[in-house]
């Protein structure tokens, strides 16, 4: 979704990913979100999203696109299996 539309938000992610097989599939996104913002392969901007008691929400932007194949999340580093090299 993120490489067609460049950026979504984690709802907007959830609402396309999430096929019901795990109880919290938001955390285990976020976490992966996270690694690929600070790898510096999206971009994480806090929007305010209107309501008073909110602190808003995240939209991540696609800012290094890797290919078709999804980075892989290991333990020290982050792999590409397009180029078939960790990051």
């Known amino acids: 979704m993120l490489r067609k539309n460049r950026s979504a938000?984690?709802?907007e992610l959830l609402l396309t990913l999430n096929d019901g097989k795990y109880k919290?599939?938001?955390?285990?996104?976020?976490?992966?979100?996270?690694?690929?913002?600070?790898?510096?392969?999206?971009?994480?901007?806090?929007i305010d999203d209107g309501k008073l008691t909110s602190n808003g929400v995240y939209r991540y932007t696609l800012v290094n696109d890797l290919g078709p194949k999804a980075p892989v999340i290991r333990k020290q580093a982050i792999y590409d299996p397009n180029a078939e090299e960790e990051l």
Do not use: C, F, V, W
């Open 24 to 46: 919290r599939p938001d955390s285990n996104l976020i976490k992966y979100l996270r690694r690929l913002s600070h790898a510096g392969i999206l971009e994480r901007e806090r």
């Open 9 to 11: 938000t984690l709802q």
